[in-house]
């Protein structure tokens, strides 16, 4: 998509400092332990490097009435197989290829902090291509085409002091909801804020979650916003064109979403060009 | 490693060692500055004799380092022994160890005791203080 | 780099995964991100300044100490900073962060009552307590829960 054609919101030095797209599906049947190393010898070339993760738990958006906000956390243990997740990074730790047996991620990550943001068009076909990678692979083995159950899009933005704001009770200098300003005179400027919202996408396609707190960056020990949004829901139907048409939901919501969140001093920072 | 271990007819009680401390084991305390065990507490602790090597010689490379002294008595006194790498050339160059596992760690306690013993030689400020 | 390598236990040891800092993922927070920042919104400012003071430790190189110790290990640092997150400071001042000669960082406490408490580079908690500058009791404990007997100990009366 061309800079003329785009809609969405456009900075030239976005805060994001990794992507995540990825897939929730019906347990495996038949995936073992096996696998973990079979794939990888798929993707080594590209993935030299694999480490074992503790499984992520489901996690699925209800929208059945009277709905409580829970997770649905479930335990997998299909097949005997330990709550385990393979980690397939490469060399220089920038992509990351995240599988169980009922989950597929793919993510980006800046490693030095000066790297420019590769855009979603750029990272949207490398998880086609390694999602398509991995199906196969499993038809390879017998094992079934996934079943999908739900999408995910994730960014996170890691907002540095000293840039638009310098202190965590600057909330007001991010962060457009909010005013800074009190009903009275009481309260002093806050030390630390943190918060959580979630908006429900219309006709139930998903929602969005985004979450904003106060941070170190264990790189090199910085004050920083962290602030996540992941857009979660479910495709139409297991076709990678479903999903594909999930992902460009859950991207426009994401960058509309944290444009709209966040302030026009924000924006000028981060050099905002649509 | 081969360890050989070095008794006082080698090198006496009163034998002066010298060990590097870098400014990261350094903490400014009680109005001072001191050691900390983190600086002793590993398995065979590197030392040399005071009578083989000049602290300018030892200093050399690291000139933001300090430099400490203590005598074989006080390791000895702490359960400790003086050991030699074979193969080790440097003659002024010994490892400080525990007796009976020489690839044991260096405990707490000795190395506080220890540090009860220190005496700067060369004192270089650490730039930042916690 | 180390040569490619496969890498499968399951389950890891139990510490790497409580550095975990998406611990809202239900509501908000996804656990699939990779990115590692500290939390700090429920810490006070002097567990802050302990963590940055930990994180400056990264910066260690190849024979930081002259006697060849090596860089410190992710795993040393990623567990100090938990630690210092299970340490309530209200009633005790920043502690000394030293980094040990074995690859471990060391919290040090002084006073009257001394204590020391040393994540090693193997991922134990080793402490020492003293009083009045003589050693009386050096141990390992296995769980963050056990600082608080500790930490009660060297809190000012």
Not at chain 1, 122 to 133: D, G, L, S, V
Not at chain 1, 199 to 220: C, E, Q, T, W, Y
Not at chain 1, 269 to 274: A, D, S, Y
């Amino acid at each position: 998509m061309t800079t003329k054609e785009r809609t969405l919101s456009l900075f030239s030095e976005p805060p994001v400092v990794e992507t995540v797209l990825g897939v929730q599906f019906v347990p495996l049947k038949g995936f073992g332990l096996q696998h973990f190393g079979l794939f990888w010898s798929k993707v080594r070339e590209e993935y030299p490097k694999l480490v074992s993760q503790p499984s992520l738990p489901r996690v699925i958006e209800s929208f059945e009435e009277k709905f409580v906000p829970k997770p649905e956390i479930t335990v997998s243990l299909s097949e005997k197989l330990p709550g385990l997740r393979g980690w397939y990074l490469n060399e220089p730790e920038t992509r990351l290829i995240q599988i169980q047996n009922d989950r597929f991620l793919y993510n980006w990550k800046k490693v030095k902090g000066n790297e420019t943001y590769p855009q979603f068009d750029t990272i949207q076909p490398e998880f086609k291509a390694n999602w398509e990678k991995f199906c196969k692979f499993l038809t390879d083995e017998d094992i079934d085409h996934p079943e999908l159950t739900q999408c995910e899009v994730t960014y996170v933005n890691h907002i540095d002091i000293g840039k638009g704001w310098n202190s965590f009770g600057e909330f007001d200098k991010v962060f457009a909801p909010w005013s800074g300003k009190f009903s009275g005179r009481f309260l002093p400027t806050p030390e630390k804020m943190t918060f959580n919202t979630t908006f429900v996408i219309p006709n139930k396609k998903g929602r969005l979650h985004i979450s904003a707190m106060p941070a170190i960056r264990r790189n090199d020990g910085k004050e920083i916003i962290k602030v996540e949004l992941t857009a979660r829901g479910r495709p139409t139907n297991s076709n990678i064109s479903a999903v594909l048409e999930w992902f460009q939901i859950g991207h426009e919501w994401i960058v509309q979403g944290f444009t709209d969140l966040t302030t026009d001093h924000m924006h000028k920072i981060w050099r905002r060009t649509i | 490693m081969e360890l050989v271990i070095i008794d006082d007819t080698e090198i006496p009680n009163q034998e002066i060692l010298y060990r590097r401390i870098p400014p990261e084991q350094m903490k400014f305390e009680g109005g001072q500055w001191r050691v900390s065990t983190g600086a002793f507490t590993t398995r065979q602790a590197s030392v040399n004799l005071a009578s083989r090597i000049s602290p300018e010689e030892i200093l050399g490379s690291y000139p933001t380092h300090s430099l400490v002294s203590f005598t074989a008595s006080n390791i000895r006194e702490l359960g400790c022994l003086l050991a030699k790498e074979t193969g080790d050339t440097d003659p002024s160059h010994f490892l400080v160890c525990r007796e009976g596992d020489l690839n044991q760690r260096i405990s707490k306690t000795i190395a506080t005791n220890l540090i009860k013993k220190v005496s700067w030689v060369r004192f270089n400020p650490p730039q930042s203080t916690t | 780099m180390e040569e490619n390598h496969m890498i499968l236990d399951a389950p890891p040891q139990a510490y790497l995964t409580t550095f975990e800092e998406s611990d809202c993922f239900y509501l908000s927070g996804s656990p699939s991100t990779w990115t590692n920042e500290v939390s700090v919104y429920d810490l006070d400012t002097k567990q802050i300044q302990a963590i940055y003071e930990v994180i400056r430790l990264r910066e260690l190189e190849e024979n930081w100490d002259s006697y060849g110790s090596p860089p410190l290990k992710v795993e040393t640092i990623n567990k100090s900073i938990a630690l210092i997150k299970n340490v309530p400071m209200e009633d005790l001042p920043v502690p000394h962060v030293i980094p040990t000669a074995d690859g471990g960082i060391q919290f040090e406490w002084g006073g009257i009552r001394g204590l020391e408490i040393e994540v090693t580079q193997n991922g134990e908690i080793e402490y020492l307590k003293c009083e009045n500058g003589e050693p009386v009791e050096e141990s390992s404990i296995e769980r963050f829960t056990q600082l608080d007997s500790l930490l009660r100990w060297v809190s000012p009366v």
